[in-house]
C-alpha cells in the first residue's frame, strides 16, 4: 500500500522582489490569483515597500498575510529607512510586528559597515531577546571578479560560522558560494527558520533561478522540510527581469509555486532534517 502524501505545514510565499521590475503591489496581486500562502515583503526603493500602512492595506485588500519582512540590507538600499544599520533594523521588527509577520531576514554586514559588524552577532541576540520576531540572518558568497574573489561581507558571508539563534538559507547563494548546500542546511540544524528557494548554476552572479532549472537540491530540501515539523516559512525569491510579458513572469512564479508545493507534499520516507524553534 502506498504511503499516504503529507500535508506540509510550512506555508509557501511569494518575494516582493521575484517580481521586479514590476512593483511591490503587484506581487499581492500576483500572490492572490495564484494562491501563494502569502507574502515576503522586500523593503527597498520602492516607495510602497517603505510604507507599513500602504503594506497592510495591500494585506487587506488581496487577503494576502504578509509572512516575513526583508530588512533593507542592499547596496541599493543604503539610505532607506535611514542610513545608520540598527534603525533598519529596528525599523525592520517594527515593521513586522505591526504586520503580522513572524520573521525579520537580514543579511550580514558588508566588511566597510567596521562597527556594525563588530558588534552584529550580539547585536542581533540582543533584539531577538526583546521580540517574538525571528531575526533569521541569510547565508551570502564572496564576490568575484573573472579570477579574483572579494570577501563582502562580515564577521562572514558563511553565516553558519557565527553564532545567530536563526538562519534563513538561501538556495540561490549557496550556487553563487560555489559551496554544499546540503552541508550547509546539515550545520543549521534546528536553527533553520527560513528558506529562500531559488536555484543556481554556480556562477559569479547571484542568478535566483526559477527552481529545477540549476544545480541546486531544491527539491531534496523540501523533502527533507516535509519530513519534518519544519514551521518555518519556504520564500520564492527568483529574477524575473529577463520575462519577456507579465504573462511569462506570472508563468514563472506559477511553475516555481507548483514545484514547490509538489516537492513539499513528500511522503514520511523522505529524509528528516530540520524543524525551527519556537520563540
Request: glycine share 4%; charged share 25%.
Amino acid at each position: 500500500m502506498a504511503e499516504p502524501v503529507r500535508i506540509p505545514t510550512a506555508k509557501v510565499a511569494l518575494s516582493t522582489a521575484s517580481v521586479y521590475p514590476e512593483s511591490t503591489a503587484t506581487a499581492f496581486e500576483i500572490a492572490a490569483r495564484l494562491g501563494y500562502d502569502g507574502v515576503e515583503v522586500m523593503v527597498w526603493t520602492d516607495p510602497v515597500s517603505q510604507d507599513v500602512d500602504a503594506l497592510r492595506r495591500l494585506s487587506d485588500r488581496y487577503q494576502v498575510p504578509i509572512l516575513a519582512v526583508h530588512a533593507p540590507c542592499l547596496l541599493i538600499t543604503q539610505r532607506v529607512w535611514s542610513t545608520d544599520p540598527w534603525t533598519k533594523l529596528q525599523r525592520a521588527q517594527a515593521a513586522a510586528e505591526r504586520l503580522g509577520a513572524s520573521t525579520v531576514v537580514v543579511h550580514p554586514p558588508f566588511r566597510w559597515q567596521r562597527q556594525y559588524a563588530r558588534d552584529f552577532v550580539s547585536g542581533i541576540w540582543r533584539m531577538a531577546d526583546e521580540t517574538d520576531v525571528r531575526f533569521a540572518v541569510e547565508n551570502m558568497y564572496p564576490w568575484r571578479y573573472r579570477d579574483r574573489e572579494m570577501l563582502a561581507y562580515a564577521p562572514e558571508w558563511d553565516v553558519t560560522k557565527d553564532d545567530y539563534r536563526h538562519f534563513t538559507v538561501d538556495l540561490s547563494h549557496t550556487a553563487t558560494a560555489r559551496t554544499d548546500a546540503t552541508e550547509m542546511i546539515d550545520r543549521m540544524g534546528d536553527r533553520l527558520a527560513h528558506v529562500h528557494l531559488a536555484d543556481g548554476n554556480g556562477s559569479a552572479k547571484d542568478e535566483h533561478l526559477v527552481p529545477g532549472r540549476g544545480t541546486q537540491p531544491c527539491a531534496e530540501l523540501l523533502e527533507r522540510l516535509a519530513a519534518t515539523a519544519f514551521d518555518g516559512h519556504v520564500v520564492i525569491e527568483v529574477n524575473t527581469r529577463r520575462a519577456m510579458s507579465s504573462a511569462e513572469r506570472e508563468a514563472d512564479l506559477a511553475e516555481a509555486l507548483a514545484f514547490t508545493r509538489l516537492h513539499l507534499a513528500a511522503g514520511p520516507a523522505a529524509a528528516p532534517v530540520v524543524k525551527a524553534p519556537r520563540r
